[in-house]
């Protein structure tokens, strides 16, 4: 993880559920990702984990009780709230939304809660009976229409022994949930559509043919594009990538249809971008059964050509901003000018084969018209977010 949390100063509080043996897990990803933690526990919460815990996990004092005569001036809602950069409760009790909700004040947490001059983000955890109870959906609703972030809750198996909505998020899901809250939202209500990873081109059920793609860049940029606000569709050929939070994924295998898959959606997108590496060939038929050796010559494949997505999509009478991505050994201005002439697209990203295929790290050319914008050795994910401030930018001019 890189630490995209750096500089942050964050309070956790942690309240009365289960759930809070995650946040355990929790206070050790934000600190991986740079940031310093304090918590802040209910009564309740103590009774689940113990101060020390968190102690130990996060290097600082606990704050439990609003009377803690640890503090000089007694003032420990307000002095721990100045200090963050914002307030995170996780796990989120039913309570404690109740009483965010009708702003009441009565322990630490709620107190500071209450003074706060930073964003509050809360993941809520309970029994699914005690989330779907109009009470708790009724302060749910007061809580985000006063600017509140609710993270999940997320659905599945509960320490009830029920299965529905109601369980907290992943101590992961709420970093990355946290992170894209803190980017800027270059895209809001923008729609992007995203293609990465190979295709492959089956020549039989087993075989086919594909290219060395990782995904690593077209996710990243569809989780960018997502964080700055987009609502994003990735369309994607086989690669063992994690889907990013928030996006909608589709797979597919071979570039046919990838292209389809495409092509349906693309009217109505503000911005396509093809980061897959597709097959410019596939077997003219791919056969029903396995090919087998039979001691005679090897077999020929015949091949034909594939659509250019990329081309197709520019073609539109309305299309979206179009962003192709030009991977060259040698001559790279050259070569991804004259590619992002011959698909008419208003932007291409270069970069060198040599820096930065399969790993965490790279480094990018822009070409518009413009001219040429470096983006110098990064890792993938801070090059996304960089690539979608340009875009956003090109749309702005549009
Ligand atoms: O033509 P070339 O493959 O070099 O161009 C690369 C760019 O075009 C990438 O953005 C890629 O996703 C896109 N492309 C496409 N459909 C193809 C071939 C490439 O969308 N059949």
Redesign the pocket.
Known sequence: MTMELQGKHIVLGVTGGIAAYKAAELVRLLGKAGATVQVVMTEGATHFVTPVTFQALSGRTVYTDQWDGRIGNNMAHIDLSREADLILVAPASADFLAKVAHGLADDLLTTMVLARDCPLLAAPAMNRQMWENPATQRNAATLRSDNITLLGPGCGDQACGETGDGRMLEAAEIVEDLVAFLQPKALAGKKVLI?AGPTFEALDPVRGITNLSSGKMGFALARAAREAGAEVTLVCGPVSQPTPRGVSRINVTG?LEM?NTVMERAAGQDVF????????YRPKAAAEHKIKKDGSAPPAIELVQ??????D?AALSQPPLC?????ESRNLAEYAEK?RR??KIPL?VGNLIQDGFGGEENKLTLFDDNGQTPLPVRPKMDLARALVVHIAGLLDQR
């Open positions: 293609t570039a292209h971008i093809g980061v897959a590496a597709v097959a410019d594939n659509p250019d997505i990329l081309a999509v962003v192709g991505f030009a991977a590619k011959a698909k291409i």
